[in-house]
T-cell receptor, first 116, second 116 residues
Framework: GAVVSQHPSWVICKSGTSVKIECRSLDFQATTMFWYRQFPKQSLMLMAT?????????EQGVEKDKFLINHASLTLSTLTVTSAHPEDSSFYICSVSPGAGNQPQHFGDGTRLSIL | AQSVSQHNHHVILSEAASLELGCNYSYGGTVNLFWYVQYPGQHLQLLLK??????LVKGIKGFEAEFIKSKFSFNLRKPSVQWSDTAEYFC??????????????FGKGTKLSVKP
């Protein structure tokens, strides 16, 4: 069964609106969640690492004021794309890690964001 | 910057043909290696992983991969593919720096199409 639940799966909205994407860890408490962005025919690019109870760690080139991440509980992280524009259209995927040590990450189904 | 290269963008095979997908990474230190599979419309799923020990790793659905440290490679193989193996395959590498775990870095993916 699914380990990670991501919602919504597809969003279409007008330019200038803000969009919130939720990521829930279903099977375990996740102190760390990851947010990726995937362009067509390209690799998954890590945007940020979300840490429960503290500020997210953003990768170089990712605007933290544009992509707001909140990890308020051990099972929920949210990514809010603020004032979205067409260039923000992409596939956003969250991932959770069971914790320290050699563990594989589990991935959500992804959210396809289309900004008109 | 660390990188992961997947040599083939799109592979087309007939059923029962053998499969080998190439993956090379750039880091020479301690690594964890993964192959993920993404079936159409589904989330990324772990196919197999290498942490240490036997460099020949068996995964689900008859897949295997061999870690060759001298070649910085972790190629995925399957002796006889099925139509149901049609999917996109991602190689991923996680590096360790001085005992600290790095981020998971993905290759661009290889799309496999199996003709019935």
């Amino acid at each position: 069964g699914a380990v990670v639940s991501q919602h919504p799966s597809w969003v279409i909205c007008k330019s200038g609106t803000s969009v919130k994407i939720e990521c829930r860890s279903l099977d375990f408490q996740a102190t760390t969640m990851f947010w990726y962005r995937q362009f067509p025919k390209q690799s998954l690019m890590l945007m940020a690492t979300s840490n429960e109870g503290s500020k997210a760690t953003y990768e170089q080139g990712v605007e933290k004021d544009k992509f707001l991440i909140n990890h308020a509980s051990l099972t929920l992280s949210t990514l809010t794309v603020t004032s979205a524009h067409p260039e923000d259209s992409s596939f956003y995927i969250c991932s959770v890690s069971p914790g320290a040590g050699n563990q594989p990450q589990h991935f959500g189904d992804g959210t396809r964001l289309s900004i008109l | 910057a660390q990188s992961v290269s997947q040599h083939n963008h799109h592979v087309i095979l007939s059923e029962a043909a053998s499969l080998e997908l190439g993956c090379n990474y750039s880091y020479g230190g301690t690594v964890n290696l993964f192959w993920y599979v993404q079936y159409p419309g589904q989330h990324l799923q772990l196919l197999l992983k290498y942490f240490s020990g036997d460099p020949l790793v068996k995964g689900i659905k008859g897949f295997e991969a061999e870690f060759i440290k001298s070649k910085f490679s972790f190629n995925l193989r399957k002796p006889s593919v099925q139509w149901s193996d049609t999917a996109e395959y991602f190689c991923a590498v996680r590096h360790y720096y001085g005992g600290s775990q790095g981020n998971l870095i993905f290759g661009k993916g290889t799309k496999l199409s199996v003709k019935p």
